[in-house]
T-cell receptor, first 111, second 114 residues
Framework: DAKTTQPPSMDCAEGRAANLPCNHS???????VYWYRQIHSQGPQYIIH???NNETNEMASLIITEDRKSSTLILPHATLRDTAVYYC????????????FGGGTRLMVKP | NAGVTQTPKFRILKIGQSMTLQCTQD?????MYWYRQDPGMGLKLIYY???????DKGEVPNGYNVSRSTTEDFPLRLELAAPSQTSVYFC?????????????FGPGTRLLVL
């Protein structure tokens, strides 16, 4: 699976949009981009995933560049409860492929 | 749905003791996983299963065993506990579809080996 690069930490003001970047320059054509987050001491939580089109759900939006070498997770109106470590993961779609969690980005939402 | 449940929530073991971490999911997912997370680190895959009766090793399987006799349950066994196994253990399950695979995680079991 392709490796990902994320900034180790980011701050965001409450109520503002949080834009979390991820580089995955070696991504292959059949690899999806997934985003999970882990709020302190809890199990990771799925946020969103995409292949090449932009995606939106009730939690966030995922913007994938046309060359698919990078993506941005957008939390449109960050709240204090969005403070967490956010993981960008690239993986193929086949049985048994593990999620490889790197360092992630520690997002701190401040009042 | 309760989702993925894990027991116990916290356990202290002495070196050399054994224990089983329980994991159950009620979503009829065919895939199940065990991860461990050391302090300040990302998760590492220990074992996974693609269905009842089928298991396979992940990245860090040494010192652990698993079984999958039913779709719902995926217990993780530690035979001879060592301090290096002090960690938080997460169980997860998923159902693969043509549009991608989403893993659902349990709340974790915190294990301390002294």
């Amino acid at each position: 699976d392709a490796k990902t690069t994320q900034p180790p930490s980011m701050d965001c003001a409450e109520g503002r949009a949080a834009n979390l970047p991820c580089n995955h320059s070696t991504i292959s054509g059949n690899e999806y981009v997934y985003w999970y987050r882990q709020i302190h001491s809890q199990g990771p939580q799925y946020i969103i995933h995409g292949l090449k089109n932009n995606e939106t759900n009730e939690m966030a939006s995922l913007i994938i560049t046309e060359d698919r070498k990078s993506s941005t997770l957008i939390l449109p109106h960050a709240t204090l409860r969005d403070t967490a470590v956010y993981y960008c993961i690239v993986k193929k779609l086949y049985a048994g492929n593990m999620l490889t969690f790197g360092g992630g980005t520690r997002l701190m939402v401040k009042p | 749905n309760a989702g993925v449940t894990q027991t116990p929530k916290f356990r202290i073991l002495k070196i050399g003791q054994s224990m089983t971490l329980q994991c159950t999911q009620d979503m009829n997912h065919n895939y199940m996983y065990w991860y461990r997370q050391d302090p300040g680190m990302g998760l590492k895959l220990i074992y996974y299963s693609v269905g009842a009766g089928i298991t396979d090793k992940g990245e860090v399987p040494n010192g652990y065993n698993v079984s999958r006799s039913t779709t719902e349950d995926f217990p993780l066994r530690l035979e001879l506990a060592a301090p290096s196994q002090t960690s938080v253990y997460f169980c997860a399950s998923s159902y693969s579809t043509g549009g991608g695979e989403t893993q659902y995680f349990g709340p974790g079991t915190r294990l301390l080996v002294l």
